[in-house]
């Protein structure tokens, strides 16, 4: 017991880290996995397919060797990043391609007289996407973009393999030093499970609350 | 562009959905304040060639001009270059269309539905937007329903809340199509009421429709297509009146009329 | 920057590649089966069962799908034992992990088929006599499968891609040949770029099967 509440600092610590990089990587996979998933939905071939298969390419790997590929290779081009960022970078990319998933399930549900009835108004691209799609497609986004925060803050507990001291990483280290692994990781998990289940009832309450709104 | 031009011009219009050629040649005048019925069986093209007035379809050969511009291609510097997407969004924002399943924007209230367009398209602020909407709703007859969303509506309120949202742009042409067509019986009346209105007002109108009674009452002209071509052209007493001396629209009118009992 | 490609290395050490892709499909495959284990017996539980045990399964469910997978490993590892006063190996260690993992999410899974059987189906068969455990067997159950094989597909395909955290236990997987290859020769683009497209490939061709199944067994809702 001691040992849980004497670790609590440190933890804390690397619980902050997690947060950012969590932070930063949602904040990051949404904006490009928007654009992407608008890409993909609407896009000319050639903006389309490259799209398509970064998406493709991308979940198909698993987030440890994407993390590890991009940390160990990022610095060979030349790029001078530091672990944090690398690892940052990695979990972005993963998450964007998820986003753009969301983002495309919920843009194309659309139906396509709303398109047609914004270009006949005059409407620009951007217009309709931002006064017509969006607003109605966003009852569609919600749920599963919150998903793929929690599935975020999961991916984030890998950043711990390269060296980043995480709350996963702070609580190994805190193992190192006491040698009591298993309260430690109770007390983790219990942090984790605070943090995600929060978040997954969030998306469960939105989901319930847009089920109210008829078509 | 000269007064006597008419406002749309259409010249061999052609235009194919892969091996289907739907539109084989069409030639169209629409003068200004005029009313244009286009009639004619399912398959005889006659809505694509409404949806290539406004670009919601391309067009493959041919022409349409709309008060002397060309719709879908820019043929400045003699080359044919299709029309990008701001030069469309621009194209269109004169050019009005009220739709079969009436498209209206489920997110927004019946005004601001009028209101996007004056706004985002016209740039108008939020206060003379909103009167200008307010204005043509009640001219539609829905004074009552202005904050109400497309869901609180019926159909005939819906699509009239449509016709408001095209004719508040101040477009130079409106196209309607099969406007009608997805309407309970008792629900159409109050809708060919507001069309019936805005012809008597000179809004120049190309309407798709089975509405014959109609078509003949409102229009300056109709026109019958078949197999993608003007089959017929003439005044509604030329079309519907006398004995038709074209057979395929004999048949035509003849189904529609047994119909209609 | 100097650098070149040199693949005879990974030719040379190609078996550890090779035999990791093997466990990692066999980790996958164990887990899944012990994961479907788990999942159904715990759905066909909380089915008609009262409000405590849908609290226990239910809580079950949650914690294992908001705790990092990576932690779930340490702690039945590491943790386990210390406290247990056992040890056990680490691929044991690990496919037990995996099939827990799996089972929470398998759980959804199978509750949601037993749910979309037709009731029809249920009274078909008390019409032509089938006692409860006949009905369970011939009717239910091969429904459910039929019902829930997307599903099961794709999960197995995420447990596989889920297999390369065994690495950190040190078990001799792909992911665990790819670091091992790596930090004996150096040579990281040649290991990425051959074992990337593995996973890829793998994931391809697992998916296709999927497919083939799909098209064969599967009821597909209209």
């Not at chain 1, 654009?35 to 991308?58: C, E, M, N, Q």
């Not at chain 2, 969303?149 to 016709?163: A, K, T």
């Not at chain 3, 034992?81 to 044991?92: E, M």
């Amino acid at each position: 017991m001691n040992v849980m509440l004497n670790s609590l600092p440190f933890l804390m610590q690397g619980l902050l880290v997690t947060l950012r990089v969590s932070g930063i990587v949602v904040a990051a996979a949404l904006v490009l996995g928007v654009l992407f998933g608008v890409g993909l939905s609407f896009g000319p071939r050639w903006v389309a397919w490259p799209l398509r298969i970064y998406s493709d390419l991308i979940r198909g790997l698993p987030l440890l060797v994407l993390i590890f590929c991009v940390y160990y290779m990022l610095p060979l081009t030349g790029l001078n990043v530091t672990s944090f960022w690398a690892a940052v970078a990695a979990l972005a990319a993963f998450q964007s391609a998820h986003v753009a998933e969301v983002t495309r399930g919920a843009v194309q549900s659309i139906p396509p007289g709303q398109h047609e009835a914004g270009k006949s108004i005059g409407l620009t691209f951007s217009q309709r996407m931002i006064y017509v799609v969006f607003p109605q497609a966003l009852r569609r986004f919600l749920p599963p973009w919150i998903n793929t925060v929690v599935s975020t803050v999961q991916g984030s507990a890998l950043v711990s393999l390269v060296g980043i001291v995480d709350l996963m990483l702070a609580i190994q280290q805190v193992i190192g030093r006491t040698f009591k692994p298993m309260p430690m990781y109770i007390l983790g998990a219990l942090i984790y499970f605070v943090i995600n289940y929060a978040l997954s009832l969030m998306s469960r309450m939105l989901e319930a609350r847009f089920a109210y709104v008829r078509e | 562009m000269s007064g006597n031009d008419p406002l749309v011009k259409v010249r061999g219009l052609t235009k194919s959905f892969g091996a289907n050629q739907v539109l084989q040649g069409v030639d169209l005048d629409v003068p200004k304040g005029s009313v244009v019925s286009i009639i004619g069986a399912s398959g005889s093209g006659k809505t694509t060639l409404l949806r290539c007035v406004n670009l919601l379809e391309t067009y493959d050969g041919g022409s349409i001009e709309v008060d002397g511009v060309e719709v879908g291609y820019d043929l400045s510097d003699g080359r044919r270059r299709p029309r990008g997407e701001r030069e469309l969004a621009g194209i269109r924002a004169d050019i009005g269309m009220v739709f079969q399943l009436f498209n209206l924007f489920p997110h927004l209230t019946a005004t601001e539905n009028v209101m996007l367009g004056l706004r985002k398209v016209r740039g108008m602020g939020k206060a003379e937007a909103r009167a200008a909407a307010e204005q043509w709703l009640v001219r539609v007859g829905l004074a009552d329903k202005l904050e109400s969303l497309p869901i609180e509506l019926s159909g005939g309120q819906q699509q009239r809340v449509g016709i408001a949202r095209a004719v508040a742009m101040n477009p130079k042409v409106l196209l309607l199509d099969e406007i009608t067509s997805a309407l309970d019986p008792e629900l159409v009346g109050e809708v060919l009421k507001v069309v019936r209105e805005l012809a008597r007002d000179g809004m120049t109108m190309m309407l798709v429709t089975h509405e014959m009674t109609f078509a003949r009452d409102v229009s300056s002209r109709v026109v019958f297509m078949d197999g993608g071509r003007v089959a017929v052209e003439g005044s509604p007493k030329d079309v519907f009146g006398a004995p038709a001396q074209h057979e395929r629209l004999r048949g035509f009118l003849a189904r529609i009329e047994l119909r209609d009992i | 920057m100097q650098y070149h490609l040199n693949y005879n290395f990974i030719w040379k050490y190609f078996d550890r590649l090779a035999w990791g892709l093997a466990l990692s499909l066999e980790l996958a495959t164990i887990g899944i089966l012990i994961g479907c284990i788990i999942g159904l017996a715990l759905a066909v539980l909380s089915h008609g069962a009262g409000r405590p045990v849908r609290f226990v399964v239910g809580a079950y469910v949650e914690f294992i799908r908001n705790v990092p997978l990576l932690l779930l490993v340490y702690l039945v590892f590491y943790g386990i034992p210390s406290v247990g006063g056992f040890a056990y190996d680490a691929t044991t260690s690990f496919t037990m992990t995996l099939a827990v993992y799996a089972g929470a999410y398998l759980v959804e899974v199978f509750r949601a088929g037993l749910d979309a059987i037709p009731k029809g189906l249920i009274d078909a068969g008390r019409a032509i006599g089938l006692t409860p455990a006949q009905r369970v067997l011939h009717v239910q159950l091969p429904t459910m499968f039929r019902i829930v094989l997307p599903s099961l597909g794709n999960a197995f395909i995420s447990l596989f891609k889920d297999t390369s955290l065994a690495t950190v236990l040190a078990v001799p997987e792909l992911m665990y040949g790819a670091n091992w290859i790596y930090t004996n020769t150096f040579r990281i683009v040649e290991v990425w770029t051959v074992v990337a497209p593995m996973y890829l490939v793998t994931g391809f061709i697992l998916l296709g099967c999927l497919r083939l199944l799909e098209r064969r067994f599967a009821i597909r809702r209209r």
